[in-house]
């Protein structure tokens, strides 16, 4: 990411400022340490998930498969034409 070391520890004790993230010890290496998501953003990642799927099922609710699959490939085709316009 091009990002200096202070950055990223500065991004990372942000993050656990905010309950984002917990560094614990690791279990494998004592010298090191692992970087966690807090419970309490595990529940807000779970909720939003839960939100998502149930929005996918509202939205694709009376369209088969075959016809996902024509309607990605003709997005990825228009979105390959608009990469190719320049």
Do not use: G, H, P, Y
Request: charged fraction near 35%; proline fraction near 0%.
């Amino acid at each position: 990411f091009n990002l200096r070391r202070a950055t990223i520890s500065e991004v990372l004790q942000t993050m656990e400022k905010n309950n984002i993230i917990e560094r614990c010890v690791s279990e494998v290496d004592n010298r090191t340490k692992e970087i966690k998501l807090s419970k309490e953003t595990k529940k807000i990642f779970d909720n939003n998930k839960r939100k998502f799927l149930e929005l996918e099922s509202i939205i694709t609710n009376n369209i088969s498969d075959n016809e996902l699959e024509i309607f990605i490939n003709v997005i990825n085709k228009m979105k390959d034409n608009i990469q190719n316009m320049n």
